[in-house]
């Protein structure tokens, strides 16, 4: 989670709102506290020939094999830094999941209002039992349209409250969702994840890139894209990476992918069937590296028939988000 805001809902005219508050200054105690902790933790982590400190990482992995198969952690390695990882366990998840559809609905979003309510409408049907949904929609606040709930029949209603309005402050929603889903790992559900239908732009936020990125991995959540045109046309925007590319970071850096905006139904598909059968836990503990910097992270499949994908990176412990 960004420590530079935390997310809230609140009620404001009958509607919810995932609203973004700083830190106040009672809570800078407590993170001067877990500063020194990590520091500890990272000094014991470097001592030679010691395991004092070290802690298992669970990563998500969408692993696709050939038809009718599971993946092993037998058919791939693990590396973090560059060093090779052992695998201590793999193993798919079919529990059901939590979702957050985060649609952007800025008045110059070049999508139509008709074609953005079928593609939520394509996203939403394929709910599956056991899963979960939260609609959020965005301009320079962060909407809830239909909380969290397993019921279908809500959630249906949720495109036709679609109104396009303003300017988008992607960051800050991406945060403010970010917040709200690492809530449910505390109810033990770990396949958490944003379907985002956005062009990638972000007008005003206050959330950095960077920041809004460091949330999603830090909350183990995974981002997919219906991406819609770039109503920028490949400008340069100061401060932020351009729309398409942002999508290419926030994808790549958690595990996720992205899909034209005209194949939604098809990617609607494809992502259920991800949170269905291709979900799996990875754990391992890092070892021959420092935990403390930022690191990449690859799998390497040992054949050309199995695809695999987690996030890009665990972020830097030390972060300071002002």
């Known amino acids: 989670m960004c420590n530079s805001v935390v997310a809230i809902k609140f009620t404001q005219n009958d ?3 995932l609203a973004l508050i700083p ?30 400190g070290r802690r298992s990482v669970t990563l998500n992995v969408i692993a696709r094999g050939p038809e009718g198969r599971q993946v092993t952690k037998e ?15 793999f193993s ?38 056991d899963d979960q949904m939260m609609v959020v929609c965005y301009n320079e606040s962060a909407e809830i349209i239909e909380d ?44 958490r994840a944003i379907v985002l239908i956005s062009d990638g732009y972000d007008s005003e936020s206050k959330t950095k890139f960077d920041d809004a990125l460091r949330s999603l991995q830090e909350g183990n959540i995974v981002l997919y ?29 958690t595990g996720g992918a992205i899909y034209p905006f005209e194949k939604f139904a098809e990617a609607a598909k494809i992502i259920a069937d991800d949170l269905r059968k291709n979900w799996y836990r990875l754990v391992y503990t890092p070892s021959g590296i420092s935990t ?7 799998l390497m499949a040992h054949s ?19």
């Open 148 to 191: 969290m709930t397993p019921d279908l029949a809500k959630l249906q209603t949720a495109p036709a409250k679609l109104t396009r309005k303003g300017f988008p402050s992607l960051f800050d929603a991406l945060v403010a969702v970010a917040d709200s889903l690492s809530g449910q790992a505390n109810t033990g559900v770990e396949k």
């Open 225 to 253: 894209a219906i991406q819609t045109p770039d109503r920028t046309r490949g400008a340069l925007l100061r401060d932020k990476p351009k729309p398409p590319a942002a999508l290419e970071h926030l994808t790549v850096g």
């Open 15 to 17: 509607r919810s709102v």
């Open 304 to 322: 050309k028939d199995i695809e695999l994908r987690t996030k890009g990176s665990h972020p830097s412990k030390y972060h300071n988000p002002y």
């Open 75 to 89: 058919d791939f390695d693990l590396y973090d830094s560059g060093t090779p990882q052992e695998i201590e366990s």
């Open 292 to 298: 403390l910097n930022m690191r990449r992270l690859l």
């Open 92 to 129: 798919r998840l079919d529990s059901g999941s939590r979702l957050v559809l985060l649609v952007d609905n800025s008045a110059n979003l070049k999508a139509e209002g008709s074609a953005l309510q079928k593609a939520m409408e394509a996203i939403i049907n394929e709910l599956y039992q």
């Open 23 to 52: 830190p106040v200054a009672l809570r800078l105690a407590p993170a001067i506290v877990a500063l020194a902790l990590v520091v500890i933790s990272g000094f014991a982590q470097s001592g030679k020939g010691t395991s004092a």
